[in-house]
């Protein structure tokens, strides 16, 4: 059974930087795609960034300069970068994955605060 686990979260003052892990477990195979969402609260959850296989990556507009996606195929393992955060960058982290269907993880929280 696959199981996707983030980590890395925590509470920053803006203008911080957070570095977001996720392990894959539990699967034989690459992943074609993996990616970040985030929900804040009252929001719909929405994309953060995503990274392909092959090392294409595509972010949401106001994480663009910001933010940065990567991952190690070896490991089954995303990261995600975050630089410059602001307090509406608070919101829980999902991290999600794809092959034949989707997996998500349980979610990590960022908290964007002075």
């Known amino acids: 059974q696959v199981q996707l686990v983030e980590s890395g979260g925590g509470l920053v003052q803006p203008g911080g930087s957070l570095r977001l892990s996720c392990a894959a477990s539990?699967?034989?195979?690459?992943?074609?795609?993996m990616g970040w969402y985030r929900q804040a609260p009252g929001k719909q959850r929405e994309l953060v960034a995503v990274?392909?296989?092959?090392?294409?990556?595509n972010y949401a507009g106001s994480m663009k300069g910001r933010f940065t996606i990567s991952r190690d195929n070896g490991k089954n393992t995303v990261y995600l970068q975050m630089n410059s955060l602001r307090p509406e960058d608070t919101a829980v982290y999902y991290c999600?994955?794809?092959?034949?269907?989707?997996?998500w993880g349980q979610g990590t929280q960022v908290t964007v605060s002075s």
């Open positions: 999600n994955a794809y092959r034949y269907r989707v997996y």
């Open positions: 539990g699967s034989d195979y690459m992943f074609d795609a």
């Open positions: 990274i392909t296989s092959g090392g294409g990556t």
